[in-house]
């Protein structure tokens, strides 16, 4: 009979891990997401999109690990550049420069690399150097650099711009790389673990609606 009510006991103990693990996989609110102070969804056009800046650090980190978010949620992920300071908002002349020139929207994964190297280049570099390397991107990647755009071409990279600098201001974005979910709720990127927390949580959103 002590023996059964020993099994039993380890049986029940084993029961409420294995539900305190399962309660901590749900993402919490204002611990692994927040909630947007405004709905920007129609602001957004996709389900999920990045919120970066090619001046960020971190955002250059994030880039290698999107492939394998996109994999674990099932759908590609958008990108939208903060405007939020004036490097950022000059930043965000470039990316979309090249973002309005790309067939899907957003410039290719060469393209990006080459943008945010430029960005991270070494201080060595004069800024007519830095200049010609960015219009030798663009050229290399068969666009029109931001400093030959015709007047067609500059007032669509103005509404992009806005747009981008309506989104940042209207959701309160003030930290860089994140994720928005149906233009209501932000990721808290640093809120997770690895690659596969952060997938869980854009996942966990998307059900949310």
């Known amino acids: 009979m002590i023996k ?11 029961l409420i891990l294995l539900t305190a693990c399962s309660e901590n996989q749900t993402p919490e609110l204002n611990k692994q997401y927040s909630k947007l102070p405004n709905d920007i969804s129609e602001l957004i056009q996709q389900p999920v999109v990045e919120v970066f800046s090619l001046t960020c650090g971190h955002c ?13 949620i099932g759908q590609p992920i958008g990108k939208v550049h903060v405007t939020f300071n004036e490097s950022a908002q000059a930043a965000a002349m470039f990316y ?3 973002a309005m020139q790309s067939k899907s929207g957003k410039p290719d994964s060469e393209m990006i690399n080459e943008l945010f190297s430029l960005y991270h280049a070494s201080d060595d570099l004069t800024s007519e150097q830095k200049k010609q390397k960015l219009v030798d991107a663009f050229h290399h990647q068969g666009m029109t650099s931001p400093y030959e755009l015709s007047q067609e071409q500059k007032e669509k ?3 992009e711009v806005t747009n981008a600098a309506d989104i940042t201001g209207k959701g309160m ?3 860089v790389p994140t994720f928005i979910i149906n233009g209501k709720y932000m990721v808290i990127t640093s809120a997770h673990d ?5 997938a869980n949580t854009i996942n966990f959103l998307l059900s949310k609606g």
Request: charged fraction near 15%; glycine fraction near 2%; avoid cysteine.
């Open 96 to 98: 979309y420069a090249a």
């Open 173 to 175: 974005i003030n930290s």
């Open 194 to 198: 690895d690659v596969q927390s952060i």
């Open 157 to 159: 990279l103005f509404v």
């Open 60 to 72: 250059l980190q994030m880039e290698q690990y999107l492939p394998e978010i996109e994999q674990g």
């Open 4 to 14: 059964i009510m020993k099994t039993l006991s380890l049986l029940f103990a084993s």
